[in-house]
């Protein structure tokens, strides 16, 4: 099985896909860090020096290579989706899970995080408005289901989705 997991930056994908890839037993990539190794340098660094649409040109290779794995869960960057064919690759060979937090959500919970480019602006807040406003309708044109963040901890939201795959004739985990 493969599982994918988009949302907006800060949505919680690389936590909850650790968690859920342990729970399923399957392995964990994170594709923002597969791009970092192929370009041998930050993702914010790689984006000052070579601007976004090279950046994008790599994700969408990594996207590419990654959905041909099996029995992987893969967090993807935020903007993976602002692509067609990355769109195309992670809805037709994976099942993708869009993990939806509202802006003010994932405000409050990196408010203080200095190591998100997204957030060095004047107006985090606004700034994630604008994204949300922007990608929302990708990610939910590109996912099988979406799991509402909210507050819940990330237990209960590995918990949420595993319910939906096993509903789906997906997942059978015999754990609890």
Do not use: W
């Amino acid at each position: 099985m493969l599982i994918s997991l988009v949302g907006l930056p800060g949505s919680g994908k690389s936590t909850v896909g650790r968690q859920l890839s342990r729970r399923l037993s399957l392995s964990f990539v994170d594709s923002d860090h597969v791009i970092e190794q192929h370009i041998g340098c930050s993702i914010r660094s790689f984006f000052e020096k070579e601007g976004e649409e090279r950046f994008r040109d790599i994700e969408a290779t990594v996207i590419e290579e990654l959905t041909r794995r099996a029995d992987t869960v893969i967090s993807t960057g935020g903007g993976a989706v602002l692509r067609e064919a990355n769109r195309q690759c992670l809805h037709e060979r994976s099942q993708v899970i869009y993990l939806r937090s509202t802006p003010e959500d994932i405000y409050r919970r990196l408010r203080h995080d200095r190591q998100r480019p997204l957030l060095q602006v004047a107006d985090p807040l606004a700034r994630l408005r604008d994204l949300f406003e922007q990608r929302d309708p990708l990610y939910r044109d590109v996912c099988h289901y979406t799991i509402e963040t909210g507050r819940p901890s990330v237990a209960t939201l590995v918990n949420m989705i595993i319910m939906q795959l096993e509903m789906g004739g997906l997942a059978q985990t015999g754990t609890g």
